[in-house]
């Protein structure tokens, strides 16, 4: 505000030496003219906090300079001022305000520049001034168009945060529940199953309830542990002075996914071929994270006894390759048509450009077979991709 104060009043003695009559000189200053000039200027000082009050405040003084017969030297910076505010109400208020402001302006110039002609005894029709009056009305449009683009580039830009921030809380969620329906869908089918076993033979083979039991209290602590972890980086991130929270899942856990299956039921066999590596964090997870899921549909709907899960590191990419000897025919829950197991498989390959299909074989059972590139980790591309896939 200060700021504003101070370039009013630098503006003053400019605005005094533009407004002169010809029958005035510069020197010595003249109280009425001084006056006059201050009266226009002094409202600039709120014009960006109430525009439409101060072209208000312009347009009744333009009215009564024209009723006090002043000449027109001493009141034309009255209009393009004016002219300036439009633009600015039409670009920060709404679009019915802007055209009001642009309509009463180009209405109040038009009036006030025939009314002078008129007490000065021309014609109003003549060339001249009907091309000033042209002019008047083109700098009217000129400010409101322009004011019109000003704003619906902001409110472009306000629908393009907004976009972007919907499509944030949209990923977010997105990998919150697969996170959530990795983490909990597998102990969950372990859980169950570890039960319904432990139940049937609790009587005959009480040796075996207590196993089953046992495994049931280790996948209930896993994922507690998993979801005590996740909870925590939602509600908020660790300090610095904090130890730093349990990493997600990998490769490296696989042999005890397959131990902790093989316990629910179903036998696990993990091969590896190729020359095992290490992997990009986003990679390992995102195998991980396959295998897992794929085990799962294999305990919970498969009715398999046995499932086998083989790693190919190629040169370029990572095959996986899960198959079982289940019922995988085209209507059981494992199929891809069903639930968001399988959908969920399908997003975490593409986030890395690979590719997933799942279906039944021919010869009986289920198969889930997926390809990612190994980005190389000098690369811009792979410290772009693996970047874009820790942010989802």
């Known amino acids: 505000m200060a700021l504003t104060w101070c370039a009013v ?18 020197l010595p200053v003249g109280a009425i003219h001084a006056g006059f000039a201050a009266a226009m200027a002094l409202p600039l000082v709120w014009a960006r906090r109430r525009p439409c009050a101060v ?46 402001a642009a309509a009463t302006t180009l209405i109040v110039q038009e009036a006030a520049w025939h009314a002078a002609l008129l007490t000065q005894g021309l014609r109003v029709f003549a060339s001249g001034f009907l091309a000033l009056s042209v002019l008047l009305g083109l700098g009217v449009v000129v400010a409101w168009t322009a004011g019109t683009a000003l704003r619906q580039r902001r409110e472009y830009g306000q629908a393009l945060r907004a976009q972007a921030e919907l499509q944030a809380v949209t990923a977010d969620r997105l990998r919150i529940a697969r996170e959530l329906h990795d983490m909990v869908a597998h102990s969950i089918g372990v859980i169950a199953i570890q039960a319904g076993a432990g139940a049937r033979v609790i009587d005959s083979r009480p040796e075996q309830a207590r196993d089953a039991l046992a495994a049931i209290e280790a996948a209930s602590r896993q994922t507690l542990q998993g979801l005590r972890h996740m909870l925590g980086v939602l509600r908020e991130p660790p300090a610095a002075s904090e130890p730093e929270p349990v990493p997600l899942s990998g490769l490296a856990d ?65 095959r996986i390759d899960i ?26 390959a593409a986030l890395l450009d690979g590719r997933l299909s799942a279906g039944p074989r021919p010869e009986g059972g289920f198969r889930v077979t997926a390809t990612l590139p190994i980005p190389s980790p000098t690369s811009a591309r792979g410290r772009a991709q693996t970047a874009h896939v820790e942010a989802r």
């Open 9 to 26: 009043v630098a503006f003053l003695p400019l605005l005094y030496a533009v407004t002169l009559a010809d029958d005035e000189s510069l």
């Open 55 to 100: 072209l208000a405040v312009l347009l009744a003084e333009l009215l009564v300079a024209v009723a006090l017969a002043q000449p027109a030297e001493r009141v034309w910076p009255l209009m393009p001022v004016a002219d300036l505010l439009v633009c600015f109400t039409t670009a920060t208020r709404s679009r019915r305000t802007g055209l009001a």
């Open 254 to 318: 696989l042999d005890r996914l397959a131990e902790t299956t093989t316990a629910a039921g179903v036998r696990v066999d993990v091969r590896r071929q190729g020359e095992p590596r290490g992997l990009p964090p986003a990679m390992d997870r995102c195998a991980f994270r396959i295998v897992q899921e794929s085990v799962t549909n294999v305990v919970r709907h498969a009715g398999a006894r046995h499932c086998q899960v083989v790693l190919d590191y190629a040169p370029h990419e990572l």
């Open 323 to 348: 198959t079982d000897d289940g019922r995988g025919t085209a209507t059981t829950p494992a199929s891809p048509s069903s639930g968001y197991g399988i959908a969920g498989m399908r997003e975490r």
